[in-house]
């Protein structure tokens, strides 16, 4: 049986972190996009120092990586949007060349009504939209430390747990993430 793709578009203290997590537990085929810091992540990969433990991954053994000018061969089966929520980051023109007809999209970024603006824009693909409780830092480049909490909370935008974010949770327990898949996640996301 084939595994699940997932491109990690953002290589800092989320996507790094739970990119990485998915990767070593093997249960994903991840792909990162790195678009400042591609040269020093090819050469050293990406060390992650975690109350899960520390462990490097290294490209192109326990993942692929590739600069955000790169397009990919075969369409990911999720994109997971770990970019900080900026005026400056444009979501349509960075997503797009990545987005195959089942791709769905992962916004794994802070912030309340974040998800209007990306449905609207792909209306025909699913959502998910994520809380993560973490304390998690890019210390240096390629360098992720991890020092408290973890979880996450993901559901279907805009309220429901799809079978694609049920079986997104999944592969996030497999990796060892404490996960919730929750039929109301905009109300979860107000809460917090």
């Known amino acids: 049986m084939k595994k699940p793709s997932i491109l990690i578009l953002g290589t800092g203290a989320i996507g790094g972190l739970y990119g990485a997590m998915l990767a070593r ?58 970019l900080k929520v900026l005026p400056s980051v444009n979501l349509q023109t960075l997503l797009t060349p990545y987005l195959g007809p089942h791709t769905v999209i992962v916004l794994e970024q802070n912030g309340v009504a974040i998800e209007a603006p990306v449905a609207a824009a792909f209306p025909h693909h699913q959502l998910i939209s994520c809380l993560a409780f973490v304390c998690s830092v890019r210390s240096a480049p390629g360098v992720i430390d991890h020092t408290a909490h973890g979880f996450l909370h993901m559901g279907t935008y805009p309220q429901g747990v799809s079978e694609q974010a049920a079986a997104l949770a999944q592969l996030f327990k497999q990796a060892g993430v404490k996960t919730d898949a929750l039929p109301n996640i905009q109300a979860e996301k107000k809460k917090k």
């Open 25 to 82: 537990s093997g249960a994903a085929d991840v792909t990162f996009v790195a678009r400042s810091d591609y040269a020093h992540l090819q050469q050293q990969g990406l060390r992650i120092n975690s109350v899960w433990g520390h462990f490097h991954i290294r490209f192109p053994q326990d993942a692929h990586l590739i600069q955000a000018s790169e397009t990919l061969a075969q369409k990911p089966d999720y994109i997971l949007v770990a």
